[in-house]
């Protein structure tokens, strides 16, 4: 069974039906870390997964999936933060292109700051920010022992419970009878992030190039050079 709606990347259906266990595994995996997985469907594909499970319509051992979801969601913050001690703060330098945007990773960093090390759990539970947030907590320097303490416990959290509320849900007879339509409202709440930040980004680029436009008129903020800006001061 294969939803028509979307692109096939947002059909958690389609993925796992295409690439089966191992290839949930691989996305769970880049979207934990890797700058290029913060677009892909994370929660939709867990909870999936145990809806299919249980429905008996993917052939593959609850628990076993729970225990491979658990140990790539981990694996994926590891990556990450390792990346993350590698690069430094050149990852803030780092020019915008179509995979990576400088504000995801303000964003992660912000969030960062805000919870500390418990923030490596909550971000879990954030699309876009769960890739970032073990990047930022190599970048910052976080304690080694501290990261895999808490990376362990968010990576459990996530994926066994994600996991089993989609498996739980699969027990109850209305999902279970109209399973298809379900999981094309997962494909819809997994679309919502992400038309979320393009409209964002939409808006704080139209308001940068409104900034830009009024700073260039002459007597606007930016025309003064800055040695006289600074001899003013004086």
Same mark, same amino acid.
Request: proline share 6%; hydrophobic share 45%; aromatic share 10%.
């Given at each position: ?7 096939? /990347? ?5 993925? *796992?039906?295409?690439?089966?266990? /191992?290839?949930? %595994? ?5 979207? @934990? ?10 929660? @939709?594909? *867990? ?8 429905? #008996?319509? %993917?052939? !593959? ?18 990556? =990450? ?8 703060? +050149? ?6 292109? $179509? *995979? ?10 912000? !969030? ?19 890739? !970032?947030?073990?990047?930022?907590? =190599? ?6 022992? @501290?990261?895999?303490? !808490? ?6 959290? /996530?994926?066994?419970?994600?996991? %089993? *509320?989609? @498996? ?21 709440? +997994? ?15 139209? #308001?940068?190039?409104? $900034? ?15 040695? $006289? ?6």
């Amino acid at each position: 069974m294969t939803l028509a709606l979307g692109p096939s /990347w947002l059909d958690p259906d389609y993925l *796992l039906n295409t690439f089966g266990i /191992w290839g949930l %595994l691989l996305i769970v995996f880049a979207e @934990s870390g890797l700058l290029i997985g913060f677009f892909l469907p994370g929660d @939709s594909l *867990l909870f999936t997964t145990g809806l299919l499970i249980t429905s #008996k319509q %993917l052939d !593959f051992p609850l628990w076993g999936a729970i225990g491979l979801i658990c140990l790539a969601a981990i694996l994926g913050d590891q990556a =990450g933060y390792m990346f993350g001690k590698k690069v430094g703060p +050149s990852l803030f330098k780092r020019e915008d292109s $179509r *995979l990576f945007k400088q504000e995801n990773v303000t964003k992660a960093h912000e !969030f960062f700051e805000k919870h500390g090390p418990k923030s490596l759990v909550l971000a879990r539970f954030v699309p876009i920010v769960r890739t !970032f947030t073990p990047i930022i907590a =190599g970048v910052s320097g976080m304690r080694y022992r @501290s990261f895999l303490t !808490f990376n362990v416990i968010g990576g459990v959290l /996530w994926g066994a419970g994600v996991t %089993l *509320l989609g @498996s739980w849900l699969g027990n109850i007879a209305f999902v279970h009878k109209n399973i298809e339509a379900i999981l094309i409202l997962i494909v819809l709440i +997994s679309v919502v992030p992400i038309a979320i930040e393009f409209l964002r980004a939409r808006g704080k680029s139209k #308001k940068e190039a409104a $900034r830009s436009a009024q700073s260039g008129e002459p007597g606007g903020p930016d025309e003064t050079p800055p040695a $006289r800006r600074r001899h003013a001061k004086r």
